[in-house]
């Protein structure tokens, strides 16, 4: 499968953004599929997942402010991303695995296909 992330881009802090992920060449309803982000110097972490029976998972950092959904029909992945800090700015990438058990949702070694990533700029 190929995964095609968009929609990032530089907002002020207390804004939105909503992040894309398109995904090709098969069913992204079969797949468990997450967003990570790796900010300057630091490594890259978990934000948020939905499995293939659309249960949701979430960093601490970003619960209640960001929210996870697929649409099956679009084959497409989103973050609603709500209330940006500051520290939200990172480069946020998708991904997405066939065969990811519920307890190794946050681990970026869990999933084999990734997107290019694209950046988010949040300003205070």
């Known amino acids: 499968v190929q995964l095609q992330a968009s929609g990032g881009g530089l907002v002020q802090a207390g804004g939105s953004l909503r992040l894309s992920c398109a995904a090709s060449?098969?069913?992204?309803?079969?797949?468990?599929s997450a967003w990570f982000r790796q900010a300057p110097g630091k490594e890259r972490e978990f934000v948020a997942g939905?499995?293939?029976?659309?249960?949701?998972h979430y960093a601490d950092s970003v619960k209640d402010r960001f929210t996870v959904s697929r649409d099956d029909a679009k084959n497409t992945l989103y973050l609603q991303m709500n209330s940006l800090k500051p520290e939200d700015t990172a480069v946020y990438y998708c991904?997405?695995?066939?065969?990811?058990?519920?307890?190794?949702?946050?681990?970026?070694?869990?999933?084999?296909?990734w997107g290019q990533g694209t950046q988010v700029t949040v300003s205070s």
């Open positions: 939905i499995s293939w029976s659309s249960g949701t």
């Open positions: 991904a997405a695995d066939p065969a990811v058990s519920s307890g190794h949702i946050y681990y970026n070694r869990s999933y084999k296909y």
């Open positions: 060449g098969r069913t992204f309803s079969r797949y468990v």
